[in-house]
């Protein structure tokens, strides 16, 4: 399985625990809130603000290189 980071799973954690107390209670799991965010991020890679997303993505990994390296 893909290797997530610490603070990525705290995003994820932080999401379900805002959608699960205002609306839908026990119902809702953290793998609920990452398919949507990747089902979003897949439509934003198909339209025409893929080169923003593209650009998101690498200003990521530039920062996870430059957190590495401290």
Do not use: T
């Not at 980071?5 to 954690?13: A, F, G, Q, S």
């Not at 690498?58 to 957190?67: D, I, V």
């Amino acid at each position: 399985p893909p290797r997530l980071w610490p603070e990525d799973v705290d995003l994820v954690h932080e999401m379900w625990l805002d959608v699960s107390e205002k609306y839908a209670g026990s119902k809702v799991h953290h793998r609920d809130i990452v398919g949507v965010a990747l089902r979003r991020m897949r439509e934003q890679l198909n339209s025409g603000d893929r080169d923003n997303v593209v650009k998101d993505i690498l200003e990521e990994l530039e920062h996870r290189k430059e957190s590495q390296a401290m």
